[in-house]
């Protein structure tokens, strides 16, 4: 039986290979969520629809209307057509709107002597005083 010999070690001085981490293989690796991505992919379209609105109202000679091209050609690329409908635009008016308020109200509530604690938190306890003797 012929002898077996061991590997031939890398000479000095030679990159070595490199062993991912323990766990950290393409098996165990994150996957994209396809309906985050979707729901994404609408809302990105709702901007680039609201940027092609504005751009006449500020001029291609602008500043902000060459700024404004540029984004919706980059963003453009992404967004197929018909990525966004009449029903995601205004889902998306209506959750903007909501948002909107209730940021609205937190402000408000800061404004009038800060945030209180939900009702549902119970009070912090209160250190007793020392009785002076």
Do not use: C, D
């Not at 062993?19 to 994209?32: E, K, N, R």
């Not at 903007?96 to 404004?111: D, E, R, V, Y």
Request: no cysteine; hydrophobic share 35%.
């Amino acid at each position: 039986m012929p002898g077996i010999s061991p590997p031939a070690a890398a000479p000095q001085g030679a990159p070595q290979p490199q062993q991912p981490p323990f766990g950290s293989s393409s098996a165990t690796g994150p996957t994209p969520n396809k309906g985050y991505e979707a729901a994404a992919m609408q809302r990105v379209g709702v901007l680039v629809k609201a940027m092609t609105e504005l751009l006449p109202q500020v001029g291609m000679q602008s500043e902000l209307g060459q700024a404004l091209h540029k984004a919706i050609g980059i963003l453009g690329k992404h967004v197929p057509p018909g990525a966004t409908s009449n029903a995601a635009e205004k889902n998306q008016i209506e959750k903007m709107a909501i948002q909107n308020q209730q940021n609205g109200a937190m402000q408000a509530q800061l404004k009038q002597g800060g945030a209180q604690p939900p009702a549902s938190m119970p009070p912090k306890p209160q250190m007793p005083m020392p009785q002076a003797a």
